[in-house]
């Protein structure tokens, strides 16, 4: 165990102002460089192959992004895309040729950084749920 004054003196660093700010840059920086969601694609397809064998591609495009999710013969496809003006979302499913659902949305302002990923967070999770469920 650590003296008591040790630990009292890396707490006291972590909280400092200059800490916090040093972990915001690395951060933002992470983030610019696309890495992070590179590792969050890399976690996506390591546990969703073992469960059902699904491949799941990412990729951010400007300012919105693609997911791209084949099994088999069957794949799912949507796509955000961003302007300042507006967004676009586009949906579609397919088995072989066959389109199942092909949809698109439009929205009258551009979608933020976070309503993106939460648009293919719950996409990804709704094909891995109805693929549990069949």
């Known amino acids: 165990m650590l003296p008591k004054r040790l630990s009292c003196v890396r707490l006291k660093s972590i909280h400092r102002p200059t800490f916090r700010m040093a ?3 690395l951060a933002l920086f992470l983030g610019t460089l696309g ?3 590179h590792w969050a694609q890399a976690a996506d397809v390591a546990s969703s192959t073992g469960e059902s064998d699904l491949q ?3 990729t951010k495009i400007g300012l919105g992004k693609e997911v791209v999710i084949t099994q088999g013969t069957k794949e799912w496809f949507m796509r955000v895309e961003v302007t300042p003006e507006n967004s676009v979302v586009v949906r579609q499913e397919k088995d072989g040729n066959r389109y199942l659902l092909d949809e698109s949305e439009m929205h009258d302002r551009a979608m933020t950084p976070v309503e993106v990923d939460a648009a293919i967070t719950e996409f990804v999770n709704s094909v891995k749920t109805r693929q549990k469920v069949q």
Do not use: P
């Open 56 to 58: 799941i591609d990412i």
């Open 35 to 37: 890495l992070g969601d």
């Open 23 to 25: 972990v915001l840059a």
